[in-house]
């Protein structure tokens, strides 16, 4: 059997509404295989096929369940149910999943059509697309309270990051430990801030909420016509959490000058014009729906998740390049520089982030 013919059985599995013509790739995510998915009679493509990272998503099961929850909690209260957020179709049997012999499991969702995700934002406007989208998808299950399955474990859990980072250091895997003192300082100089931060979203300061956790711009969808936003997409990490942790997620992405692994520190900073533009996005439609103290960490949101993500690539290349995907021997080294470089830019302009975010409120 040819791996077009076992694509095509896969596709076949779920409650399509006719038959599958064509199982095609569809970009190149890092985590999941994606493909478009056409019927006969038709060159459009009607759905959506991932085949589901079980590396990285140990539980698949879990993961459906949350994003069904999720979306169905959307679906109740939006006048295009599905165009305003993902639609999963189920297998023949009623199921979230197809777990195939191989025994990797496979989800289909409808494409959503007349729609595209950019790449990258490098426009205030697209910033502030992008904060209009979080801001609308935050709006959207602000009421759904079950609780959902923690899917990956202690993602933005800092008490959980240091204790992987204390086990990596005192294993030093890749003897890679003697040559960092430096970038190992990084980290252990802001342990007690970050900690402090931490410890407010545990008892319970920062609200515990639905988040997003994957928040770049290619995570939205927009109207290929006007532009306007449709919906977020990738629901996979969907998990409670505090919100501004997904905010500080796409500061990150959105507002740095350069490429996160640039290794050419003079071209990473913070761009203060993007992160007013993402804010003023985000809070036009979620600012009545935040607690004060919500509100009063939406900046620190930004050098948390920078921070953990200095800590996460250093980590990874002390532990000898098991987590990220890696092009070069020192990838993950650069990668973590860049971010520090990035970190220290919203360090120095962390006052003047605050007082627009207040100027806002
Ligand atoms: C991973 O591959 P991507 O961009 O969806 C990672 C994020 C990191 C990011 C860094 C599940 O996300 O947390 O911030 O790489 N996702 C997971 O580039 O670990
Ligand atoms: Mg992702």
Known sequence: MTMKDTLESIASRFAVEGRVAAVSPLGQGFINRTYFVTLEGSDEPVYILQAKNHLVFPDVPAMMDNIDRVTRHIKAK???????????????????????EEGNYWAMCLYIKGTVSPERADTPELAYQGGLGLGTFHKLVSDFDEPLAEVIRGFHNMRFRFSQWD??????????????????????????????????IEDGTLP????????????????????????????????SGSLVNDLGDAYRAYTNTGAEDEPDLGKVSMSMDMFKAYTEGYMSVMKDALTGPEKENIAFSALF????????????????????????????????RAQYRLLTSMEEQFDAMKAFVRSLC
């Open 78 to 100: 939006t006048a295009d149910p599905l165009r305003e957020t993902l639609t999963i179709i189920p297998t023949l049997e009623g199921s979230l999943y197809y777990k195939d």
């Open 167 to 200: 086990e990596s250091l005192a294993a030093d895997r890749a003897g890679r430990v003697k040559d960092l003192a430096e970038e190992i300082s990084w980290i252990e100089s802001r342990r007690a801030q970050m900690m402090d931060f931490q410890a407010r």
């Open 208 to 239: 515990r909420r639905v988040c997003h956790n994957d928040t770049k711009i290619s995570n939205f969808l927009f109207d290929a016509n006007d532009g306007s936003l449709v919906c977020a997409i990738d629901l996979d990490t969907v998990m």
């Open 305 to 336: 998740i920078t921070f953990e993500q200095v800590l996460r690539f250093l980590m990874d290349y002390i532990d000898g390049d098991r987590y990220y995907r890696i092009s070069r021997a020192d990838h993950n080294l650069v990668r973590a």
